[in-house]
C-alpha cells in the first residue's frame, strides 16, 4: 500500500517556475515506478512524465519535455516534478501516482495509487 500527497501547486505566470512535491508513504515506495499526469477541466488524464524506481531512468510526454524535470529522493520517501517556462496550457490538477510496471507504459489504469491532486494555474 502506498498513500500519495502532493503539494507546491500554485499561481505563476508564463515563462515562470513551479516545484511539485509528492510525499509517499508505505514500505514499497522505493519498489515503485512514480509518474506525474494532470487533468484539464473537461479533458481526461494526461501523461507528464515518470521517473523508475532507481531513478535512473525518466520518460516524458512530447508536451513537457525539455521543460519538465522528474527526479525523486528515496530516504525522504518523496518525488518532485520540477516546471520551468510554464505555458496557459499546462494549467491543470496535477497528480503523483505510483506503479508497480514500466515508466513507459503511459496509461493511467496501469497506476495503482494517486494522490489527491494539486492545482497549478498558468496565467497573468
Known amino acids: 500500500q502506498v498513500q500519495l500527497v502532493e503539494s507546491g501547486g500554485g499561481l505563476v505566470q508564463p515563462g515562470g517556475s513551479l516545484r511539485l512535491s509528492c510525499a509517499a508513504s508505505?514500505?514499497?515506495?522505493?519498489?515503485?515506478?512514480m509518474g506525474w499526469f494532470r487533468r484539464a477541466p473537461g479533458k481526461e488524464h494526461e501523461f507528464v512524465g515518470a521517473?523508475?524506481?532507481?531513478?535512473?531512468?525518466?520518460y516524458y510526454a512530447d508536451s513537457v519535455k525539455g521543460r519538465f524535470t522528474v527526479s525523486r529522493d528515496n530516504a525522504k520517501n518523496t518525488v518532485y516534478l520540477q516546471m520551468n517556462s510554464l505555458k496557459p496550457e499546462d494549467t491543470a490538477v496535477y497528480y503523483c501516482?505510483?506503479?508497480?510496471?514500466?515508466?513507459?507504459?503511459?496509461?493511467?489504469?496501469?497506476?495503482?495509487?494517486w494522490g489527491q491532486g494539486t492545482q497549478v494555474t498558468v496565467s497573468t
Open positions: 521517473i523508475g524506481w532507481a531513478g535512473a531512468s525518466t
Open positions: 508505505g514500505r514499497t515506495f522505493s519498489r515503485h515506478a
Open positions: 501516482a505510483a506503479s508497480p510496471g514500466s515508466i513507459y507504459d503511459t496509461k493511467a489504469k496501469t497506476y495503482d495509487y
